[in-house]
C-alpha cells in the first residue's frame, strides 16, 4: 500500500473515528445525567433547554407499543467499525506493532496476541460479569486485569501498541456490551410489551448494569486513544504500566463523580 493512500485512510477512518465516538460518549453521559435527575430531583419529569427549545422527559418501565421508539446503538456500532480498521492500519499494516526489540516474539505472534486480548478479552470479561461473584471482587479483578495487560503487553509488542490494545480492548467491551448485551435485553422488553406481555424488569436491570461498565471505561478510553501523542509520560516512560494504573483510576473516580452528580 502507498504511503499517501495510506494516510488518506487513516485521516478517513480517524475522522470517522472520533466523530462517532464523540457522539456516542456524548450520548452515554447525556443518558446518565438524566437518569440521575430522575433519582435526585423529580421522580416523573425533567424539564429542559437547549437550543431555543424547551423539552419534557418523562421516565417509564416500559415502551410504548404506540410511539416510535429511538434506539442509540449505531454510534457504538461505526465507533469500533471505524476504530477497529485504524488500529490494523497503523499498527499491524503500518510497522507499529513491533519494535525489533530483542527477545520479544515475531511479528506473526505479537498479531496473534493483539487480536487475542481483543476478542478472547470479550469473552472472559463477558462470563466474569455472568458469574455470581460478588461485585467487589469482580471490580478487583478487571481492574488487576488491565493493569496486567499494561505490564505483559509491552513485552511482546512495541510499548505504544501496548497501550493502544489495551484501549482497543475496552473500547471493544463497550461495544459489545451495547449490540451483545444492552439492546438484546431491549429487544425483548419491545417484544413483551408489542405481545401483550410485561417486560421483565430484570432484562431492564441487566442492560442498565452493562451501560454502566460503558461509562466508567469511557475515560480511560480516550485517555489511551491519546496516549500516542504524549510518549515521554505515557507508554515510553520506564513505568508505563503504572502511569495506565493510576490515570485508569482517576478515569473511574471521574466517572463515578460524574454518575453522582
Known amino acids: 500500500m502507498s504511503y499517501v493512500v495510506q494516510e488518506w485512510l487513516n485521516l478517513a477512518l480517524r475522522w470517522m473515528h472520533v466523530f462517532a465516538g464523540i457522539m456516542w460518549v456524548g450520548a ?3 443518558f446518565t445525567w438524566l437518569d440521575r435527575r430522575f433519582h435526585t430531583t423529580d421522580p416523573d419529569q425533567v424539564w429542559m433547554v437547549h437550543s431555543g427549545g424547551f423539552y419534557v422527559v418523562n ?3 416500559k415502551p410504548s407499543p404506540t410511539h416510535t ?4 446503538k449505531w454510534e457504538a456500532a461505526l465507533t469500533w467499525l471505524s476504530g477497529f480498521p485504524l488500529l490494523l492500519l497503523v499498527y499491524y499494516f503500518g510497522g507499529l506493532l513491533t519494535d525489533g526489540e530483542p527477545g520479544k516474539p515475531s511479528f506473526a505472534v505479537a498479531a496473534a496476541i493483539g487480536m487475542g486480548v481483543i476478542f478472547i478479552g470479550w469473552i472472559v470479561y463477558d462470563l466474569l460479569w455472568m458469574s455470581p461473584l460478588p461485585e467487589p ?3 478487583v479483578v478487571s481492574y488487576d486485569a488491565i493493569v496486567a495487560l499494561g505490564w505483559w503487553l509491552p513485552h511482546v509488542m512495541s510499548p505504544r501498541s501496548a497501550y493502544m490494545h489495551v484501549g482497543a480492548l475496552l473500547g471493544t467491551l463497550m461495544a459489545a456490551n451495547v449490540w ?6 431491549q429487544k425483548k422488553m419491545v417484544a413483551a410489551v408489542n405481545e401483550g406481555r410485561e417486560p421483565d424488569q430484570r432484562l431492564a436491570d441487566r442492560a442498565k448494569f452493562r451501560s454502566k461498565h460503558n461509562t466508567y471505561m469511557v475515560l ?3 485517555f489511551l486513544m491519546i496516549s500516542s501523542h504524549f510518549p515521554i509520560t505515557t507508554y515510553g516512560n520506564e513505568r508505563a504500566w503504572i502511569v495506565l494504573a493510576v490515570l485508569t483510576l482517576v478515569g473511574f473516580g471521574a466517572a463515578h463523580v460524574i454518575r453522582k452528580h
Open 28 to 30: 452515554t453521559y447525556y
Open 59 to 61: 421516565k417509564t418501565s
Open 69 to 72: 421508539l429511538h434506539w442509540f
Open 137 to 139: 471482587l469482580l471490580i
Open 180 to 185: 451483545m448485551r444492552i439492546i438484546p435485553s
Open 220 to 222: 480511560p478510553v480516550v
